[in-house]
C-alpha cells in the first residue's frame, strides 16, 4: 500500500490502535538505507511531502497558433511564469514565508554531520549530473536532510510528443512538490503556496482560470539521537560492526514513522541495515549477503540492549510528537 498512498491506514490505526499494538513496546522501521557502502548508519529524521498543482484554464477547446497566437492569454504561458515564480537557479524557494519555521541549526547537530562517511563524487556520478547546486559534503548533506525543498515535475495537458504541433492547450496542469522539514505545518505551506501564486497570477492581468490544490500531503518526522532506544542501537551497532554509526536523515518521505509515532504513542526507530549501493525501489533493488548477515546479527544485539534498558524505557516519558 505505501506506493499507493497507504490509503486507509491511518483510519485503521485509529480504530483498531489498542488490538494492533496493545503488546507493542517499541516500533522499529527499516525501510531506508546507510549512506555508505560499508559503514552502518541510524535514521533519526525523514522530510515530508506536500504535492500540488496549479491549473491555468483559458477557452473550452484548443486553438491554432496561426489563428489565435498573439492575440489571446495563452494558458501555457502563465503557467510557465507560475512555475518559474516557485525556486530560484540556487534551488531558493520563492514563496514568502517558507523558511520561517524552520529550525535554525544547532551545533550539537552540525557536529553530527562532520563525521559522516559521503562520497560526494560518488553520490555525484550516481546521479549523472555534472555539478550540484553545493559543493561541500555538509551543506549537501544539510540541503538534502533538513531544509526544504522544490521539484517541479511535469505538465499535463501541453503537447508532450515527439515532432511539432502548433497547438495553443485550453488548459494545463503544472504539478510539484515542497518536501518540507521538522515544524513546517502543511496547512502553512498549502496557504503560502496559493497566496504566492495568485498574487503572481494577479500580476499578469490575465482573463485565465487559475485553480491551486494540494492533493497530497505527507508530514516530517524526527526523532531524538539522545534517546535510550537510539543508544541502544548504537551500542548494538558498535559490538557487530565495531564502530559507532552515521546518524542521518533521509531526504525522502516515509510516512508511517510519523503516523505510527503519533497515533499509538510508542517509541519509533528508523535501523537500516542497507548499503548505500542497494537500489532501493530501481529494476536490480538488492541487499549483500554482507548487509543480511551482519544486519540479522545486529539486530539480534539490538533486542539484548533494549533488555537492558527495558526499565529505563517505560520510565521515560512517551516520545513528544513533533510537526
Not at 517541479?152 to 495537458?157: A, L, Q, T, V
Amino acid at each position: 500500500m505505501e506506493e499507493a498512498g497507504s490509503l486507509g491506514l491511518e483510519k485503521l490505526l485509529e480504530e483498531k490502535k489498542q488490538c494492533f499494538f496493545s503488546d507493542v513496546d517499541y516500533i522499529v522501521i527499516s525501510d531506508n538505507l546507510w549512506l555508505s557502502k560499508k559503514k552502518p548508519a541510524l535514521t533519526y529524521g525523514t522530510r515530508g511531502n506536500a504535492c500540488f498543482f496549479v491549473e491555468v484554464e483559458g477557452g473550452d477547446k484548443d486553438l491554432h497558433s496561426g489563428t489565435f497566437g498573439g492575440i489571446i492569454h495563452e494558458p501555457l504561458t502563465d503557467l510557465v511564469a507560475l512555475l518559474d515564480s516557485l525556486v530560484d537557479p540556487t534551488g531558493h524557494i520563492q514563496i514568502p514565508g517558507i523558511y520561517d519555521s524552520v529550525a535554525a541549526l544547532t551545533e550539537e547537530e552540525r557536529k553530527l554531520y562532520e563525521s559522516i562517511e559521503y562520497d560526494l563524487e560518488e553520490h555525484k556520478n550516481n546521479s549523472g549530473v555534472k555539478k550540484f547546486l553545493y559543493s561541500t559534503k555538509e551543506e549537501i548533506l544539510l540541503h538534502l536532510w533538513r531544509y526544504p525543498s522544490l521539484s517541479i515535475h511535469g505538465i499535463e495537458g501541453a503537447f508532450h510528443e515527439p515532432g511539432i504541433k502548433t497547438v495553443i492547450p485550453a488548459k494545463v496542469t503544472g504539478k510539484f512538490s515542497i518536501r518540507q522539514v521538522p515544524y513546517m505545518d502543511l496547512a502553512v505551506v498549502k496557504q503560502q503556496v496559493e497566496e504566492h501564486l495568485k498574487n503572481v497570477f494577479s500580476k499578469r492581468n490575465s482573463p485565465n482560470k487559475l485553480k491551486v490544490s494540494m492533493p497530497l500531503g505527507a508530514k516530517p518526522w524526527v526523532a531524538d539521537v539522545n534517546d535510550p532506544l537510539y543508544k541502544a542501537a548504537r551500542r548494538a551497532i558498535k559490538t557487530v560492526f565495531g564502530e559507532d554509526p552515521d546518524f542521518i536523515r533521509d531526504g525522502s518521505t516515509i510516512p508511517i514513522a510519523r503516523l505510527f509515532q503519533t497515533i499509538t504513542q510508542k517509541r519509533v526507530i528508523m535501523f537500516p541495515i542497507g548499503a548505500a549501493d542497494a537500489g532501493e525501489h530501481s529494476q536490480n533493488e538488492k541487499i549483500s549477503r554482507y548487509n543480511y548477515i551482519e544486519g540479522t546479527k545486529v539486530f539480534a544485539a539490538f533486542f539484548l540492549e533494549i533488555s537492558k534498558l527495558r526499565g529505563q524505557l517505560h520510565e521515560t516519558s512517551s516520545p513528544e510528537t513533533k510537526n
